[in-house]
């Protein structure tokens, strides 16, 4: 049971015991991609190009919502609701 805590833990947001939404996309869409890569480069399972560079594309975008949402809460020194 650690290990799905600690997944929860990562999902929600900072203080508060919700899961945050950009954290589960993000996290899904990394998921896949990585799939993605492990079946192309083991199992010969052809992922167009202009797929994978969306998911990759979603994935830095989530990160880069996440991390400037938790710099902006620090550096305001907001509680999170």
Same mark, same amino acid.
């Given at each position: 049971?650690?290990?799905?805590? %600690? $997944?929860?833990?990562?999902?929600? #947001?900072?203080? #508060?015991?919700?899961?945050? #939404? ?7 869409? @990394?998921? =896949?991609?990585?799939?993605? @890569?492990?079946?192309?480069?083991? @199992? ?18 989530? $990160? ?7 710099? =902006?809460?620090? &550096?305001?020194? %907001? &509680?999170?609701?």
């Amino acid at each position: 049971m650690g290990v799905l805590k %600690d $997944l929860k833990d990562m999902l929600s #947001s900072d203080d #508060s015991n919700k899961l945050s #939404s950009k954290r589960v996309i993000t996290f899904i869409a @990394f998921l =896949l991609v990585s799939i993605a @890569f492990v079946s192309n480069l083991y @199992f010969d399972v052809i992922v167009e190009d202009s797929m994978y560079d969306g998911m990759i594309q979603i994935v830095w975008a989530g $990160l880069g919502v996440v991390v400037g949402e938790h710099l =902006l809460k620090k &550096k305001n020194g %907001d &509680k999170p609701e």
